[in-house]
């Protein structure tokens, strides 16, 4: 408690322990998998489909507050770090929105028509999990939990397969979705098991 | 060298660990506290209730969706009362070192 950075190191870990619950691993897992699955069998409307998890962060960011305060309690973090977790999240927001953009904007010039699978040959099958992994990695680095890190390096290694094997785009988002998906189910059930709800606070 | 007087309000390995806590954070209720120091019911409240009467943190009592909920935050003499306990024990530690 004497050293600066040991003060730092207890808010850190503070702070990360906010995310024992693996919600979020469920919330990017899902989102792999719908983003994935849209690709691989609804490919004309997957850019459309994509927006889907952007739509519910903020309510599924109001539902995992109450789910986590009745199990460990509230907490108000310093202004400083409320203030880094808002321009993050803004962040990946916009940079979201771009990339919707851009792939919309990318469909119909160079899909002649709209068609948004030779505009993804053009920029190869795995640019959308290279993407992803880029928002994931800031994500990563907003909550500095090191699995999302893992997480965006496993999106990064399907990105480079699939743009190698020349999969369907679809391919790695649900490989990787998949595992994320259950090692989330995995952190909220012992997140659950260890944290009962508190009725009085 | 004189030895720095240490506050013993803080000095405490439980209130220590609880107005640690508090001086990184902004403020939390009991609960909260309680999963992160893993000190009970009983001990929060009555370290709380020693930290409050020297003025070092204040307590809110609300409700929060019709749930009862104490919030907890220190105050300026608070924070001030930690970062004295700081320089304190750096100066004490630093005293340690130069002896061995």
């Known amino acids: 408690m004497s050293d600066a950075s040991e003060l730092s190191k207890i808010e ?5 322990s906010r995310f024992d619950d693996g919600l979020l691993d469920l919330y990017i897992g899902i989102a792999l998998l719908w983003i994935g699955a849209s ?39 310093s202004e400083p770090r409320r ?25 119909i010039v160079f899909g002649q028509g709209g068609n948004v699978r030779d505009a993804l040959d053009w920029l190869g099958p795995g640019i959308i999990a290279f993407i992803i992994a880029i928002m994931v990695g800031m994500v990563a680095v907003a909550s500095t939990l090191p699995r999302l890190f ?52 | 060298m004189a ?31 309680s999963s992160q120091t893993g000190l009970t019911a009983g001990n929060i409240s009555s370290h709380m209730t020693k930290l409050e009467d020297a003025g070092y943190v204040e307590i809110e009592k609300a409700f929060f969706e019709r749930k009862p909920r104490t919030v907890y935050r220190l105050t300026k003499a608070g924070r001030a009362a930690i ?9 004490m530690l630093s005293g340690l070192s130069e002896r061995g």
């Open chain 1, 12 to 16: 850190a870990d503070a702070y990360r």
């Open chain 1, 39 to 77: 690709w691989m069998w609804f490919e004309e409307t997957a850019a459309i489909l994509a927006v889907f998890p952007a739509l519910v962060v903020t309510p599924f960011v109001t539902w995992r507050k109450r789910f986590i305060e009745e199990r460990t309690g509230y907490v108000r973090f």
């Open chain 1, 83 to 107: 203030r880094r977790e808002r321009r993050s999240l803004v962040s990946i927001l916009v940079i979201g929105e771009v990339v919707l953009i851009v792939g919309i904007v990318a469909g």
């Open chain 1, 150 to 201: 893992a997480y965006a390096t496993l999106l990064v290694v399907g990105a480079v397969a699939a743009a190698s094997f020349e999969t369907n785009p679809g391919t790695p988002l649900l490989i990787v979705g998949g595992v994320v998906t259950v090692w989330g189910a995995v952190l909220t059930t012992r997140f659950v098991r260890a944290h009962p709800r508190v009725e009085i606070t």
């Open chain 2, 3 to 33: 030895t720095p007087p240490l506050d013993r309000l803080i000095h405490e390995p439980a209130r220590l660990r609880l107005v640690t806590l508090l001086y990184v954070i902004d403020e939390a209720d009991f609960v909260y506290l």
């Open chain 2, 83 to 91: 970062e004295h306990y700081r320089e304190s024990i750096s100066e």
